[in-house]
């Protein structure tokens, strides 16, 4: 079973960026398809992006089209999500997930994914 493990998260003013890490402690994650996911108070968990086994495709809500990018390095284990021009509406606890079966990017909705990590919050704003 796979444990993720996000990190990277924190306080930033509007405009600031941050880079989220994902990684796992045990086995690789270079055999699954990866999705981060985010939360907001009162809000229900959605898609930021996602991206193949391959890292050949990728996927972005709208919402973070042209600031957020999602990328892959086989064999380091990692997935990233590095975050520009950041609002106060990109706030909240940012998850990744792994798809045991779905290899694939377009489908990048929380049901897909088997294993999730605890989180790591992001502030934008005082």
């Known amino acids: 079973q796979l444990q993720l493990v996000e990190s990277g998260g924190g306080q930033v003013q509007p405009g600031g960026s941050l880079r989220l890490s994902c990684t796992t402690s045990?086995?690789?994650?270079?055999?699954?398809?990866i999705g981060w996911f985010r939360q907001a108070p009162g809000k229900e968990r959605e898609g930021v992006s996602c991206?193949?086994?391959?890292?050949?495709?990728?996927k972005y809500a709208d919402s973070v089209k042209g600031r957020f990018t999602v990328s892959r390095v086989t064999g380091k284990n990692t997935v990233y999500l590095q975050m520009n021009s950041l609002k106060p509406e990109d706030s909240g606890v940012y998850f990744c997930?792994?798809?045991?079966?779905?290899?694939?990017?377009?489908?990048?909705?929380?049901?897909?994914?088997?294993?999730w990590g605890q989180g790591t919050r992001v502030t934008v704003g005082s």
């Open positions: 997930a792994a798809s045991l079966y779905y290899s694939g990017s377009y489908y990048c909705h929380p049901p897909v994914y088997d294993y």
């Open positions: 045990g086995d690789t994650l270079d055999n699954n398809a």
């Open positions: 991206i193949s086994v391959s890292g050949g495709t990728t």
